[in-house]
């Protein structure tokens, strides 16, 4: 009854001590988990910043030529 009890507690705290390592390895996982969404979201909002800058330069490069073709038509 003894060893029984023994083999018992032993398996009780290799139980135990398995639950705390996944609890850190868990824990370990969402501050992984929370730093890759604050990548995504920061790489995410600088894609939309460059997009929304490229547009601009477009517009601008495009009413640049508009308005050079507009006064060397007003010069002839």
């Avoid at 705390?20 to 501050?31: A, F, G, N």
């Avoid at 600088?46 to 030529?65: D, H, K, M, P, Q």
């Amino acid at each position: 009854m003894n060893d029984t009890s023994e083999q018992l507690s032993r398996i009780e705290e290799a139980i135990a001590s398995l639950r705390s390592d996944l609890k850190t390895d868990v824990e370990s996982l969402e501050r992984d988990v929370e730093k890759l969404d604050y990548k995504f979201e920061t790489y995410q909002g600088a894609g939309e910043r460059l997009e929304r800058l490229a547009t601009f330069l477009i517009a601008g490069a495009t009413i640049s030529v508009i308005a050079g073709t507009i006064l060397l038509l007003l010069k002839a």
